[in-house]
């Protein structure tokens, strides 16, 4: 088998993106927590929308962190997850307000998060792609 060409994904500015992914796993893991607790039938959708958002921002971040061939798929395809829901979210929230009476993580693009659920997985997706190959040049 060929030895891996990967760059660590886990040094550098990925520290900042496995830090902030951290951060949002909490953020959104404990906000969805209460909130299913407490007033799950007040916005069903929306609360468990910020669960899975709290899932798919701890799998991002442990993809990024080990930095293993493995985990960069996995982070790839939860940062690609992650965009995709975002913006299905934040266009729904936008469309039918009324199936969103309580915002999520990702409503209106993460406009209560200031906008960073939407910039994470673009800026993590372009971490991946810069650390994909070493020598990129000479490909």
Same mark, same amino acid.
Request: glycine share 10%; hydrophobic share 50%; net charge positive.
């Given at each position: 088998?060929?030895?891996?060409?990967?760059?660590?994904?886990?040094?550098?500015?990925?520290?900042? #993106?496995?830090?902030?992914?951290? +951060?949002?796993?909490?953020a959104?893991?404990?906000?969805?927590?209460? /909130?299913?607790?407490?007033?799950?039938?007040? $916005?069903?959708? $929306?609360?468990? #929308?910020?669960?899975?958002?709290?899932?798919?921002?701890?799998?991002?971040?442990?993809?990024? $962190?080990?930095?293993?061939?493995?985990?960069?798929?996995?982070?790839v395809?939860?940062? =690609?997850?992650?965009?995709?829901?975002? +913006?299905?979210?934040?266009?729904?929230?936008?469309?039918?307000?009324?199936?969103?009476?309580? /915002?999520?993580?990702?409503?209106?693009?993460?406009?209560?998060?200031?906008?960073?659920? #939407?910039?994470?997985?673009? +800026?993590? +997706? #372009?971490?991946?792609?810069? =650390?994909?190959?070493t020598?990129?040049?000479?490909?």
């Open positions: 088998m060929a030895k891996s060409t990967w760059l660590p994904t886990n040094t550098g500015p990925g520290r900042i #993106l496995v830090a902030v992914y951290g +951060l949002f796993a909490v959104a893991g404990s906000r969805a927590a209460v /909130q299913i607790a407490t007033k799950f039938s007040e $916005a069903p959708l $929306a609360y468990t #929308l910020s669960a899975l958002a709290a899932v798919v921002y701890l799998v991002a971040m442990v993809g990024l $962190a080990r930095s293993t061939d493995r985990s960069r798929r996995v982070a395809v939860s940062c =690609t997850f992650e965009l995709v829901g975002v +913006l299905a979210v934040g266009t729904a929230s936008l469309v039918d307000r009324e199936a969103f009476p309580d /915002q999520t993580v990702w409503s209106v693009y993460g406009i209560g998060y200031g906008f960073v659920p #939407l910039v994470l997985p673009v +800026l993590g +997706l #372009l971490w991946l792609w810069r =650390t994909s190959r020598g990129r040049s000479g490909d």
